[in-house]
């Protein structure tokens, strides 16, 4: 029997976790408590009280008491994660450090800290420091060395104008119609995350039908966003009134159509083509002229896939690295053959051979 996703699990984050089979989640999402240690109500220059976090879920009697509680947590999620999943956790100077330690004791493997800028931050009130504008994401696998993680690269450079995505993310903190609020108009979370900053990351890290645990669910965030990108969830929360309102939130979402939900993919996934195959399929011929696309180097093709450029031979990505002096080329994009528009790269001539071996 497979694992029962799309619900939530009232109760401790810890036993509920105790409850998950072993390697059954794709990826994890963690946003805990940040151990906030606040000293006092904070006042704005009105002397009007600024709305904290000061609930009694983000209180520990010390650093001591809340390493072991994220020891604890992080641990079970390591267990029930798969060994090509991967973990994301959330926090703020407050906590990410230390959470940082404990995510490396156990064996897991950062990729990245990826920065949140917020565009709307609250101000420092007392003048005392910086604002606070961001927050850190640690993005990090099971192992090091493990199975190959997901990661939808050339997706996200879509998302970011074909441009390669940076590890810094600029999102505005929750607000208007997406905060949620109870039945006096208050709002329902102090920390809830803005929906567009879970959808980047699942759609980075995951695939249509992944299962995703949030173990901090809150408000539902990371449901709302699976739900429309056509992942599976579970969330564990312990507060019932934060569990009925992202029920209620969740079940007015109506996912996107599985073809709505492909990616750009990556050509890393794509079927391998030798050079040598594309002489094979009659495309080239021995004999055939490629030029860089400037037109300043040449190179003849030979019978077996490689080229000749003067006394240099070897494959398309070799010849390419040394004629230009450089410590490496991908050669489907350097070479070009001469057609009735111009230059056009071998690249075009892979793609031939891949769609001819997919019919």
Not at 131 to 148: C, D, P, V
Not at 150 to 172: C, G, H, I
Request: charged share 25%; with cysteine.
């Amino acid at each position: 029997m497979g694992l029962e996703a799309d619900r939530i699990i009232q109760g401790d984050c810890i036993e509920a976790l105790k409850s998950l089979p072993d390697r059954s989640v794709d990826l994890v999402f963690a946003d805990p408590p940040y151990n906030l240690q606040l000293g006092g109500d904070l006042l704005r220059p009105d002397n009007s009280k600024v709305d904290a976090v000061d609930d009694a879920w983000d209180q520990f009697e010390s650093f001591a008491a809340y390493d072991a509680f994220t020891k604890a947590w992080m641990g079970e999620c390591r267990r029930v994660l798969k060994d090509d999943g991967a973990l994301w956790v959330i926090g703020s100077y407050h906590n990410i450090f230390r959470v940082g330690v404990t995510l490396q004791d156990l064996g897991f493997w950062i990729l990245n800290d990826i920065v949140w800028r917020k565009s709307n931050p609250m101000p420092n009130f007392k003048g005392t420091r910086f604002t606070n504008a961001h927050e850190t994401l640690i993005w990090a696998t099971k192992s090091k060395g493990g199975k190959r993680y997901t990661f939808n690269y050339d997706a996200m450079k879509m998302a970011n104008d074909e441009l390669q995505m940076r590890s810094d993310w600029v999102f505005p903190l929750c607000t208007g119609d997406e905060r949620l609020k109870d039945d006096d108009g208050v709002k329902a979370h102090p920390t809830q995350k803005p929906e567009g900053l879970l959808h980047r990351l699942i759609l980075a890290s995951t695939r249509p039908g992944d299962i995703i645990l949030d173990p901090f669910f809150g408000t539902g965030t990371t449901g709302a966003a699976a739900k429309r990108l056509g992942r599976r969830w579970i969330g564990i929360e312990r507060e019932s009134a934060y569990v009925k309102l992202a029920e209620k939130r969740i079940a007015r979402i109506q996912p996107a159509a599985a073809a709505d939900l492909e990616v750009t993919g990556s050509k890393r996934a794509e079927p391998r083509i030798p050079f040598g195959q594309i002489v094979e399929a009659g495309l080239l011929r021995p004999g055939d002229t490629l030029y860089c696309a400037k037109g300043k180097h040449a190179a003849k093709v030979r019978a077996d896939g490689s080229l000749a450029a003067g006394t240099i031979t070897g494959s398309i990505h070799k010849v390419g690295a040394l004629i230009q002096s450089a410590p490496a080329c991908n050669g489907w994009t350097y070479w070009h053959i001469k057609t009735d528009k111009g230059l056009t790269a071998i690249d075009a001539l892979r793609a031939q051979v891949r769609l001819a071996n997919a019919a």
